[in-house]
């Protein structure tokens, strides 16, 4: 898929989380459209700018975020890798791959919004975070991961199909 | 018979005749003979015309339906309008109260000058309460701005675009807000907490503490005009040999369903920072 593509897209996907996503959380946990997004875009092997993909998205995300700029690029680039290494050593990857990845993603993205938090001052408990943030996190990344996944696969097929 | 009576006699006969029978209708004498004699007959009518109109209807049905179809897909299309008309109503309604209770806010609190502002989203991290709003710069935000509801205080601008600002909500883990309870008018500090709890800390052993007591900013620290209702206290904790007594607060503003709020602009924040001393090994 076209780097060009990825910022109109993304630019949405930002705005749709920030609007909307963000305003449905269990208990005190969000899902994160966009690192379910760039998670099943890294997984498709017919798309090779995986890492514009990342930057980008964690850029738009960084932008919108009040945490220090920088971070969410970070972490969403520790996730494409992440994927990316999955995506080259395995011959057929399913739907399983991207609950894995969501899931070791979801805690890449918390634990260092915890760490910078915890270096800046913030009283945040450990355990209270896991429990009310991290896990139900993990759970609405999950039930977001299946129409995600189905319609990325579709449309990087539409645009790159495989030979 | 002509020869026998003449034509006059035969005119007077007839009428004669006729005025006698009129003269029998009109006494009533006809009445259960034309009951007998007509009564079939409007049977007989009646069922001709059912049958006449069965017909008809059988014969001009498919063009009926035709019409009646094209005013039910209108019917359809006009209901349609008139439900999202309602919706569109309703939230407009829900609004005009969120507005009207903004307006008594502002009304009560006539020292403040207020800009209104819509919640457009939520920062991205769960482990952030901010809210973005669709009010900056080019409407004269500045960072520092005291955010309120009508409820009481929601929160504070910490940055600011031209055309946006993210607020910081009282229920974010990093907030320390100098207090001041009612109606003892103790000095606490308030802080927020990654679960959205509010904790009053810092509160002298020796305050007459108790739930139900209201906080208010205290402007202490230069951050929050002073005044300003946050919330009620829910529960106290006092140990003996601790320094302070803590409690729990809940909020008057319900941040779950913030959609506008007002920020006020006359407030210039303190920056107290370089009064702070700084640790010297």
Known sequence: MSVILSIPVLSLITIFQSAVISRLPLNRGTADLMLVVLVAIALQKSVQDVWQWSIVGGLLTDFFSGLPFGLFTVSFLIVTWFAYFLRERIWRFSFLMQLLVVFSGTLITHGLSYLVLFLRGSSLQFNTVLQTVTLPSIILNFMLSLPVFIITQDIAQQINPLE | ?281
């Not at chain 2, 507005?99 to 769960?126: H, M, Q, W």
């Open chain 2, 1 to 281: 018979m002509n020869k026998r009576f003449p034509r006059s006699i035969r005119t007077l006969a007839i009428s004669l005749a006729a005025i006698g029978i009129l003269a029998l209708a009109l006494s009533g004498v006809f009445t259960s003979l034309s009951r007998l004699v007509l009564s079939p007959l409007t049977s007989i009518q009646t069922w001709v015309s059912q049958q006449y109109q069965g017909m008809e209807s059988f014969i001009s049905a498919s063009r009926d339906i035709r019409e009646i179809r094209q005013q039910n897909t209108g019917l359809e299309a006009e209901n349609a309008r008139m439900q999202a008309q309602i919706v569109e109503l309703q939230q407009q309604l829900v609004e005009y109260e969120i507005l009207s209770a903004l307006l008594e806010f502002a009304r009560a609190n006539p020292e403040n000058k207020y800009i209104g502002a819509s919640v457009i989203g939520r920062d991205p991290s769960p482990f952030l309460n901010y809210i973005i709003i669709n009010r900056g710069s080019d409407d004269g935000l500045k960072r520092g701005m005291p955010v309120v509801t009508q409820n009481g205080l929601a929160g504070r601008v910490v940055q600011v675009t031209a055309s946006g600002a993210r607020v910081s909500l009282i229920t974010d883990p990093a907030t320390k807000i100098n207090i001041r309870i009612e109606p003892s008018r103790s000095a606490a500090v308030l802080s927020g907490s990654i679960t959205g709890d509010l904790t009053l800390e810092q509160i002298p052993q020796e305050a007459d503490v108790n739930p139900g007591n209201l906080i208010l900013t205290s402007g202490l620290g230069g951050n929050y005009p002073a005044n300003i209702i946050i919330g009620q206290i829910t529960s106290v904790k006092s140990r003996e040999n601790a320094l302070f007594q803590s409690a729990s607060v809940q909020p008057v503003t319900d941040f779950y369903d913030l959609n506008i709020v007002l920020v006020i602009t006359n407030f210039n924040p303190v920056d107290i920072s370089p009064l702070v001393p700084i640790d010297t090994p």
